[in-house]
């Protein structure tokens, strides 16, 4: 490697910043050579000079109130965001068509319920002649348009037939 | 534990570099007013973006990448006002007005002076790699290029240092 090329790579190989194979050549060259070596001595101390000027020098600070302030402010953001952004609300209730959704489904399952132990429409029971009902029927009623259905189911609840 | 929610770990997680964090934004900035608001805005955004931090790396260099940034940004926005005002102000007699009179009185330390010959990618390689002791990589990864532009950089940063100390700060240049 010539003196020239060594130079060009001096300031990186004073901080060690070169890749291993460079590196070495670099050393190597060095090692040989009075002139590189002093100007690699010469970057040397200047950066550690630098660093310790740097290191010295009265850096600003924050004030405890500026510290204070700016903390208080970032943790406030953040417990707004954070309470923003969560939902209290179960969240099928987040959406308005699950809402919708949830509430007619709740109202069916109410009606069903309602029309399954209602008087009179849960069953009517036929008894064999042990004593046992053998048919059971099921009267399912729409409240809304009146529409009666009725369902025939024998003695292990296995459908049977139906009736408008 | 400020990741899964609790904001009043932040400060804990942060007051280790409360300092050196303002000590970059004065280096990158040169003036103390300016370096606070990097600095604040650098805390606030990574309190924000903790979400999208890894935690395999180094939290300072995650914070340094950020206040670097934020300088970067700031820089450019700024000179890009200066140059709207001098294309305004064009044919108005120069005169020093107050933004002139506090950088003056903002450069006063040695280190900003050197620090004042180098261009802005190559201050933020120097300050990064040889004041904060970031490694190349690492130094990469915070200005979003790449090595080889850091080592580019860095090369050319050290030697201006080198010749600026040696002609202009002989007493750094002599130990003193």
New interface residues.
Partial sequence: MTCRKVK??I??C??D?LRPRLMTEVRAHVDSCPACWKELE??R???S???T??NA??????SEG??RA??A???G???E??EGGMDRRPAFLAQPRWAAASVLGVFLGLAVLTMLFKDGNLGQRETSAAGEPSVVSLTLVSQETGLQVVWFLDKNFEWKGDKN | MVLSGRTEAFEPLVTPYRRPLLALAYRLTSNREEALEVAQEALLRAFRSLARYDVSRSFRNWLFQIAANEARDRFRTRTREKAALENAARDKPPSAGPEAGRERQEIRSDILQCLAVLGPLEREVFVLRDLEELDIKETARALGCSSVSVRVNLSSARRKLREAIRNDFPHLWEGR
């Fill in positions: 060009k790579l300031p990186l004073a901080g910043d010469e970057y101390q200047s950066m000079r630098l660093k000027a740097a020098e009265n850096v600003p600070d924050w500026e510290w700016l903390m402010h970032a943790i953001s953040g417990r965001v954070r």
